[in-house]
């Protein structure tokens, strides 16, 4: 199996944008998925095929992909996105895999 | 809307086996659309893919797991289960169910609230 790597975590303050990267050699054959996390939470799902996005989720969310990393920005952070992200992908089999996680502060 | 249900044990002894069950409602197992899955995270860890399971049986388990993990489905009660042998203190953590939706590129669209399992004597 194969592994997603994200950074443990990252600041930004209010207004300002953030960008979470995730990295895996599968990631250039195979699609990703962002979910956000508030603590006690379920995960929930904010951009999946690389750079949909879901009904509901805030047009600040956005993904990309270039290469071997995909990333999940939010423009214009608010106090309310303060939370874990993780990205997820899976292998031509199905297994999925998950990244670390990455805990988001907004300052 | 689908909506998922967690329940079973929340204390499991070591050596013994974990049995979960998640029970759908708002949509149906025998869909041929979804995969149904288990996901865990450790106290304070990243979330761990466990498996899933599609209407017709097929299974897909984690490598790391797939020894000890069986996913079954009961169209009958709506439900599909997990059963983790062997549990160690290391099995702890909350598990989650999930659907995988083909609709959304079999993103984790939908997912229950979670349940705690812990593993101690």
């Known amino acids: 199996s194969y592994e997603l790597t994200q950074p443990p975590s990252v600041s930004v303050s209010p207004g300002q944008t953030a960008r979470i990267t995730c990295s895996g050699d599968?990631?250039?054959?195979?699609?990703s998925y962002w979910y956000q996390q508030k603590p006690g939470q379920a995960p929930v799902l904010v951009i999946y095929?690389?750079?949909e996005r879901p009904s509901g989720i805030p047009e600040r969310f956005s993904g990309s992909s270039s290469g071997t990393t995909v990333t999940l920005t939010i423009t214009g952070v608010q106090a309310e996105d303060e939370a874990g992200y993780s990205c997820q992908s899976a292998d031509s089999s199905g297994t999925s895999v998950f990244g670390g996680g990455t805990k988001l502060t907004v300052l | 809307q689908v909506q998922l249900q967690e329940s079973g044990p929340g204390l499991v002894k070591p050596s013994e086996t974990l049995s979960l069950t998640c029970t759908v409602s708002g949509g149906s197992v025998s869909s041929d659309s979804c995969y149904w899955s288990w996901i865990r995270q450790p106290p304070g860890k990243g979330l761990e893919w466990i498996g899933y399971?599609?209407?017709?049986?097929?299974?897909n388990y984690n490598p790391s797991l797939r020894s000890r993990v069986t996913i079954s489905v009961d169209t009958s009660k709506n439900q599909f289960s997990l059963k983790l042998t062997s549990v160690t203190a290391a099995d702890t953590a909350v598990y989650f169910c999930?659907?995988?939706?083909?609709?959304?590129?079999?993103?984790?669209?939908?997912w229950g609230q979670g349940t705690t399992v812990t593993v101690s004597s």
């Open positions: 599968a990631l250039p054959k195979q699609y």
């Open positions: 399971i599609y209407f017709s049986g097929s299974t």
């Open positions: 095929k690389d750079s």
């Open positions: 999930a659907s995988q939706t083909l609709d959304l590129y079999y993103a984790m669209d939908v």
